[in-house]
């Protein structure tokens, strides 16, 4: 079956460590993958692309790698900060036949301490 | 450039009352989505719409709910005879035409079904 899959778990880190939080997906062909920032009680907000052809974004503190061997895009924040502290959505566009069609990861929460 | 507006932000409907929630994308785009959150869960989408266009709907539940994108106006995402199950955020997006699908999100209408 297709699904794109996320860390459930919380993720909780020290404040100037590195974040790794990862995407996964199954049988899909794709075409970008994005990483999305929500904070409690609003809308995401969009942070990276990646198209398939790319190995690694780059944007300040943010990284994104997307492996499509493995399937899998790593989302980096390099010098973390309690301010990062948020939930943090992957979402893939996707060839589907003539189309392309978007689909979400549930989200990782993310929590900085400071 | 103003961004993603919605209104009501917080909408309260008795059971059986109608629910109206709408949606002005940014300036210059032309594609919108409606996408439903319930607490503690991901982003559900519920459909795509152009202008006069509804192009997926497949998200969306057969019964109560419909949606439309004008020529002229906001779009509308309508839910008949609420249930108290259609309480959630329900989060409007826009983008602008290609195939990125980089979405940038409003902040949510918060509906309380009593």
């Known amino acids: 079956s297709q699904k794109i899959e996320q860390n459930s778990e919380a993720l909780n880190i020290q404040e100037g460590k590195t974040a790794t939080l990862t995407c996964n997906y199954t049988?899909?062909?794709?075409?970008?993958l994005q990483w999305y920032r929500q904070d409690p009680g609003r809308g995401p907000v969009f942070l990276l692309l990646i198209r398939e052809n790319e190995k690694e974004k780059r944007k300040e503190r943010l990284k994104v790698t997307f492996d499509t061997t493995l399937k899998q895009s790593l989302f980096h924040i390099t010098a973390s900060q309690p301010a990062d502290s948020a939930t943090y959505l992957c979402?893939?566009?996707?060839?589907?036949?003539?189309?392309?069609?978007?689909?979400w990861g549930l989200g990782t929460s993310l929590a900085v301490n400071p | 450039n103003a961004g993603v507006m919605q209104n009501p932000r917080h909408l309260v409907r008795r059971r059986g009352q109608e629910a109206r929630l709408r949606c002005s994308p940014m300036?210059?785009?032309?594609?919108v989505y409606w996408y439903r959150q319930l607490p503690e869960e991901g982003l559900k989408f519920m459909v795509y719409l152009q202008k006069e266009n509804i192009i997926d709907e497949s998200g969306m539940p057969k019964e109560r709910f419909s949606a439309e994108f004008p020529k002229e106006g906001p779009s509308i995402l309508r839910i008949q005879q609420v249930v108290r199950g259609d309480s959630a955020a329900y989060f409007c997006a826009s983008s602008q035409s290609g195939g990125t699908y980089e979405q940038y999100f409003g902040p949510g209408t918060r509906l309380t079904v009593t």
């Open positions: 979402a893939l566009v996707y060839n589907a036949g003539n189309n392309r069609k978007l689909i």
């Open positions: 049988n899909y062909s794709p075409a970008y």
């Open positions: 300036k210059g785009h032309s594609h």
